[in-house]
């Protein structure tokens, strides 16, 4: 009942700039967190950027500086701007929300299909 889709991926050269979204619908009362992972071959997922239940940000130490999280609360949408981009930024990025469907419900993680970066020249 609740589905995230990601947007805006696609091939880009060392150095540029791409920006990716996601947006949420469904049944949603309350967004807890809602941020980016991403997962090269071979390696495991890992968090990107995320925005905690108390509101603050935080980022993966690779992408300090280079990456910032948004988030346009009325669409329910959130969005990774990357800039500087590093061949090693090849992923596919996947975005992650922890939702409540209603008051008394629990929080539960939802995932979307993911959208493939490539950084290459």
């Known amino acids: 009942q609740v589905q995230l889709v990601e947007s805006g991926g696609g091939l880009v050269q060392p150095g540029g700039s791409l920006t990716i979204s996601c947006a949420a619908s469904?049944?949603?009362?309350?967004?807890?967190?809602m941020g980016w992972y991403r997962q090269a071959p071979g390696k495991q997922r890992e968090l990107v950027a995320v925005?905690?239940?108390?509101?603050?940000?935080n980022y993966a130490d690779s992408v300090k500086g280079r990456f910032t999280i948004s988030r346009d609360n009325a669409k329910n949408t959130v969005y990774l701007q990357m800039n500087s981009l590093k061949p090693e930024d090849t992923a596919v990025y996947y975005c992650?929300?922890?939702?409540?469907?209603?008051?008394?419900?629990?929080?539960?993680?939802?995932w979307g299909q993911g959208t493939q970066v490539t950084v290459s020249s």
């Open positions: 992650n929300a922890a939702i409540q469907s209603s008051y008394y419900g629990t929080v539960n993680d939802y």
């Open positions: 925005f905690t239940s108390g509101g603050s940000t």
């Open positions: 469904g049944s949603i009362f309350r967004t807890n967190a």
